[in-house]
């Protein structure tokens, strides 16, 4: 099951405290104890794995290397190495504690989660004409430590969305190289799936059902991966009873749980159409169009609606490219 929201602990490290010391040497005089080691920061960095969150299934706790304390004959600790996690591109980063929130959205980005501590200065840096022989020395500073909730916002171009077994993932399949499960299942699948056409990323968002905005069945938990898509494709199954009703109910989840989805471009995907006589397909694509202008009817067993599908896309992805 796709990891997509999860809550951690990121903890930087300690910078080392300073040392005091004296020379040793013969004839030599004077402190000479070393700086602390700087403690290591956590960061966080983009890739392109949509599971890269799974990793924190069971690990919640992040903690970047102390530095090392310093030494005698001006020998400066050493520096704790840095953390970097890897995490989604599309990935939130929300810290209660600041209030801030930030986003991955490119493949090699970083965001720091946690700075470290500065090492602590040692004897040597307090020596003076007055005090040429200082016992004073800076202990590390702490690194900081943060409770983060990481949640994944898909970023794709087309987000397919309908209620559940409508087709979603068998035209995925088709299109793209993705390997969905397709069944005829009455329940949504339980995980968005992923695709590339061309330059096109398509995501295969699991069928929503009614009150899926309050929490009923699993559509909440995925409602937010709609809000990074482009465009929307919106299935409905050819063979329903009621058309309107179908789309209604899907458009009404998309506003409950933010208007701005509605306001997205959007295509009406009329699914399974060899399921029904030409007559039939035509009265039910008729009362699609008065729902969406943009509606066509697709079987996965014709080659020639599926032309209808990719034309659309590739008249996306034209539109995409920089000019």
């Known amino acids: 099951m796709l990891i997509d929201d999860v809550t951690i602990r990121a903890t930087a490290g300690h910078g080392g405290r300073g040392a005091v010391a004296f020379d040793k040497n013969k004839g030599a005089i004077g402190p000479c104890g070393g700086n602390g080691g700087r403690g290591g920061s956590v960061f966080a960095e983009g890739i392109s794995d949509l599971g890269a969150l799974e990793h924190f299934r069971f690990t919640k706790e992040l903690d970047a290397k102390n530095g090392e304390a310093g ?47 500065n090492g602590g200065k040692g004897n040597f840096k307090f020596r003076s004409a007055k005090n040429t022989s200082p016992k004073e020395f800076q202990p590390g500073l702490p690194g900081e430590a943060y409770e983060l909730r990481l949640e994944l916002k898909l970023i794709a171009d087309v987000g397919f969305v309908g ?37 096109l990323i398509l995501a295969d968002i699991p069928g929503l059902i009614e009150g899926a905005s309050e929490g009923k069945g699993l559509g909440i938990k995925f409602l937010r ?42 295509y009406l995907i009329l699914s399974r159409a060899d399921e029904l006589t030409p007559a039939e397909l035509k009265k039910k694509l008729t009362a699609a169009k008065k729902l969406n202008k943009n509606a066509i009817a697709i079987s996965c067993y014709d080659d020639a609606s599926l032309e209808a599908v990719k034309k659309i896309l590739n008249k996306l992805e034209k539109e995409k490219m920089p000019t």
Do not use: C
């Open 71 to 117: 030494r005698g004959q001006f020998v400066d600790g050493t520096d704790g190495d840095d953390l970097i996690v890897k995490v989604p591109v599309g990935t939130v980063i929300h810290n209660p504690t600041t209030g801030s929130t930030r986003e991955i959205v490119r493949i090699g980005e970083q965001i720091m989660l946690a700075h470290s501590g």
């Open 163 to 199: 209620l559940p077994n409508v087709g979603k993932s068998t035209l995925l399949n088709l299109l793209t190289k993705a390997k969905a499960k397709v069944a005829n299942y009455q329940f949504t699948t339980l995980e968005p799936n992923l695709g590339a056409y061309y330059g």
């Open 225 to 266: 991966h709609i809000e990074r898509t482009q465009v929307l494709f919106h299935f409905i199954a050819a063979d329903t009873p009621d058309i309107a009703t179908d789309y209604k109910t899907i458009r009404a989840e998309l506003s409950a749980y933010n208007p701005e989805l509605t306001k997205k471009p959007e």
